[in-house]
């Protein structure tokens, strides 16, 4: 069964901390893994998207990691910020024409001052 | 650049009742999407479309409709509406299909109750 999970459900950091997000998932054939933001009441914001092959990418403060082999990926947040108060979701691409990308439930982060 | 465009924001239909949500982009993308977010859930798929004339349907499309007559519009149809489709619509284009290493592009959502 294709499916992403994603851990922890939330998350509750002081501003100025880093955190790390966890993402499982089980697609198959595999083609490529994103990152997205949502703010509250706002539409997801693509933060990354890594191939197969590819084992890191950053986007300024965010910096995702892929280890296709064991199907994990992480999110890293570095010196946080109250902005980066939002949910981060998990979204893993199939290698399949016309579209197929299964999404997580999200990691709700909440950046305290 | 607006991007992708949903309207309304918010709606309150009745059972039943029929609507058609609005979406518009900008970026001249051939894949356009409708998905919904229910609480605590994943963004389901529910139609997509390759190209105008040309659409498909996705993961949860029972209850709904949609058509693609132009590049820039892919409006998202609810024929009598019920309780179990009150949630949050978002519509998203992007150049190429997800297999592609090229981002969806997502408008801000209608939400959507049904009472």
């Known amino acids: 069964k294709n499916q992403v999970e994603q851990s922890p459900q939330s998350l509750i950091i002081l501003e100025g901390k880093n955190c790390t997000l966890q993402?499982?998932?089980?697609?198959?054939?595999?083609?490529?893994l994103r990152w997205y933001k949502q703010d509250t009441g706002r539409g997801p914001v693509s933060l990354t998207i890594?191939?197969?092959?590819?084992n890191t990418k950053s986007n300024g403060r965010y910096t995702a990691t892929l280890d296709a082999d064991t199907k994990q990926s992480s999110l890293h947040i570095t010196a946080s910020q109250l902005s980066d108060s939002a949910s981060y979701i998990c979204?893993?691409?199939?290698?399949?024409?016309?579209?197929?990308?299964?999404f997580g439930k999200g990691t709700t982060l909440s950046v305290s001052s | 650049n607006a991007g992708v465009t949903q309207t309304p924001k918010f709606r309150i239909l009745k059972i039943g009742q029929s609507m058609t949500l609005q979406c518009t982009q900008d970026?001249?993308?051939?894949?356009m999407y409708w998905y919904r977010q229910d609480p605590g859930m994943g963004l389901k798929l529910i139609y997509y479309?390759?190209?105008?004339?040309?659409?498909d349907k996705g993961e949860v499309p029972n209850g709904y409709n949609v058509s693609r007559s132009t590049t820039e519009d892919f409006p998202l149809r609810l024929e009598l509406a019920a309780p179990s489709q009150t949630s949050v619509y978002f519509c998203?284009?992007?150049?190429?299909?997800?297999?592609?290493?090229?981002?969806?592009?997502f408008g801000d959502g209608t939400r959507l109750s049904i009472l």
């Open positions: 998203a284009s992007s150049p190429g299909q997800g297999a592609s290493n090229q981002p969806q592009h």
């Open positions: 993402c499982n998932y089980t697609v198959s054939p595999f083609s490529n």
């Open positions: 890594m191939t197969f092959s590819e």
């Open positions: 979204v893993a691409a199939k290698a399949q024409a016309g579209t197929a990308l299964i």
């Open positions: 970026m001249n993308h051939n894949y």
């Open positions: 479309s390759v190209g105008a004339g040309i659409t």
